[in-house]
Each structure stands twice: as structure tokens, then as C-alpha cells.
């Protein structure tokens, strides 16, 4: 094919020499016949040339216009009549399949920063100064609680300040937001940031749930307290337990005030020992195993196991899942004494002589979870309560531990879920746990969380 062309160039230049031969001959011998057959070819390879140039044109503005409108399917013939045409196809070809590839590599790194971004659980709002939003993540749909966010004027029928404050913060600012929803109230830090991409001055918001950061934060403050006086406890009591138990056999009067004193000694000991092991629990649960739980059967099992706490009054249970194939994704054991615990309180909130209804919801939720909520028509929670009530050691009951709620807050932060005080009036109290939904995210979420 090189070789074709070469012999058309060099068929070119002895044209070019024939013709520039003729001229010459006629202005020497003024003999016209050879100067109008040299001037006939010179125009015939004009005309060819140009129609030559104006076609390849025609072929090169084509394909830019295809890849503008991303069609990549067309390709041109590699096998016509002139060789030098099937080589300047072949460029052509050669030149989409690059580009073709440039576009794939490039849907892919995007695809591959899309993954890693909903992997991270700080949301993530990309925005430019019309207020169109480019790029969204996960986490940042599931704290302005929306199912898709494409402008920040959709945010108003969450609260009409958030589009101007999201549109108004600036490069190096921290603020904070605070609006209500269906869903409680919500808490917010946005941080800001900005950058330019093909002239477009873009901002980048960062939103973080303050809440859940400081409940993260005190939860571990718990733990770690809990930890250092759960362990300096027993150390101390375990040796007056261990030598009251040695006394006893050296000490055979049961009658004497000196043996019932160590008795005392003794039984106080072992009852503090068994009181601060209670309390282990809250720091030392397992890694959740996590299964997929048919959600009506295993709310129906709950229902069932709460019936000792209604015993002969007269409550009644009502359960309601959205869907017959509604799946929940957690440890059975774990969960199962979550919601127990939830129900023993609820039947404890509704006074003796009054009709009681315990109502037991299962859903999917728009941001990616299994959400169960747990209702009562008790008394409700007091106002100055509602912030302590997952705070260990924390209890309005008499006899109460105070650490029922927060063993189950501990557990469904293990299964990457929360619990939380959804309401608590006069006609209603009720409870939300939201379980994440694994089948949506990646299959590396599938490994136990580890305390």
C-alpha cells in the first residue's frame, strides 16, 4: 500500500515536470498542441485534488460529529478501488478506536470514583453557582433525607432556609443546620470547598451528622468508663469475696454475730460481682453474624416472645410489614433482644387499667434501609428524659439498670444501623431502628463489625 502511494507521488512529480516541460516548449516554439494537452492535465489533477480534499473533508467533519453525538458505530471501508483512500480510512478508523477507548477509561474512573464516594461516610454535594447539583452520594441523600437531589431548590420542602444556605456558604466555612422532618430532627455540619473543571467553578459540600458524631463519641466514653470500672471493681471485691469464703471454713459458729457479719460480707460481694457482670455486656458484645431474616416471620416471632411481658392485661400487638418479601439483615439474637427490650418498655409505659396498643412496622425506607418502628400508646417519654434515655446506667424505673437502651444502641451501631426516639406526645411514643440493606452496597460491608 506505501508502495502504491510512493509510485502515485512519484507519477505526481513527473506530471508536474511533463507539464512544467510543455509550458516552457511552447513559450520557446510557440507550438500550441503540446501546451493545451499539458494545461488539460494540470486541470484534471486540479479538479481530482480538490474533489480528493473536499471528500476526506467530508469523511473527517462526519466522524467529528458522530463522536460529539457519542455514536461510535460507524467505521469506513478499509477495501475501495484506490489504495490511498484506504489508507486515509484506516487513520480514520485508528482514530475513533482511540477515542472510543479514551471514553471507556474515562466511564470507568468515573464509575470507580462513584463507588469509592458512596463508600464514604461523609455526604458529598457537588454543586455549581446556578445551583444545579453534578454529583451526589449516598450518605449525602440519606441526612437531607431525599431520594435524589439534581438542584438545591428541591431541598425547600425540607426547609426553605437549606437552599440558600447551601448556595451562600463559602470556600473554608463550617456551619451548621438544624430542620425537622417526618422523620425527627435533623442536625447537620456543612463544610465547603471549591473548584474549577473546564471553566466551571464548582463547589464541593461536605455534610456530617453531628448528632450521630457525638452520640459515636460518647458511646465510646461509655465503653471506655464502663471498662476501667467494671475491671477496678471486681478487682477490689474478688479477694474480700475469695477471703470471706476462707473464713467460713475457719469459723464453724453460724449463730455467732461475727459469722453472720462475714456472711453479709460475703453475700454483698458476690451479689456486686454479679451486678458489675451485668454491666460487661454492655462492653463486650460480639461482632454481629450477619443473615437475611424473612421480616414478617421474625416480627411475628417477636410478637409472640412479648406476650410474657402483656401477660393478663389487655394489650394488644399489631404488626404491619410492607411487603410478604420484605428481607431484614442482622444477627437474629442480637436484634431479637433490641426489640424485646424496646417492648418491655412499652408495655411498662402503659398503665394497668388502660386498653394498650404496641404497633410493630417493618419498611423499606427511600435512603437504602430496613426500617422497623415500634409504637405505643403509653405515657409519654418526659421532654427532659428523651435526651438521657441511651445513656448508660441511665433509668426512670425503680429498679431499672439503666442499661437496657444503651446495650441496643451498642448493637445496632455493630450492625451499622441506629436506634433512635422517632416521637413521644399524648397519643403516641414510638421508636425507629434502621438496619442497613447489604444487598444494596458492596459485598465487603458484608464483614462483622468488630468492636
Known sequence: MLRSVLYRLIFSILLLIASTASTLWFVINKDLIPF????????????YILRLYTYNTRKITFMFSAVDNDDYMFRFAENGSFMHDNLF????NRVKELLLKAKTDAMKREKYYELILDR??????VMN?????????????????VPKLNHVNQLERIDETLPSIFISVRAGENISVKFHTERGTANLSLQASESEIKDNDLKIIAINDIERQMDEKELESWIRLTQVLTHEIINAVTPITSLSDTLFTMYGDKEDDFYKGLEAINYTGKGLIAFVDSYRSFTRIPPPEIQKLDASKFIERIAMLAKEYVGTRNILISIAVESEDLVIEADENQITQVILNVLKNAVAAIDEDTDGLITIKAYSSDDGYTAVEISNNGKPIPREETEHIFVPFFSTKENGSGIGLSVARQIMRLHKGHIKLKDSNNKETIFALKFRN??????????????
Open 89 to 92: 480510512n484506516m487513520a480514520l
Open 120 to 125: 464514604v461516610i461523609t455526604g458529598i454535594v
Open 129 to 145: 453557582s446556578n445551583g444545579n447539583v453534578l454529583q451526589t452520594n449516598k450518605e449525602a441523600l440519606r441526612l437531607l433525607e
Open 36 to 47: 493545451l494537452l499539458s494545461a488539460l492535465t494540470v486541470i484534471i489533477s486540479i479538479i
Open 438 to 451: 447489604y444487598g444494596r452496597h458492596s459485598e465487603n460491608d458484608r464483614t462483622p463489625a468488630r468492636t
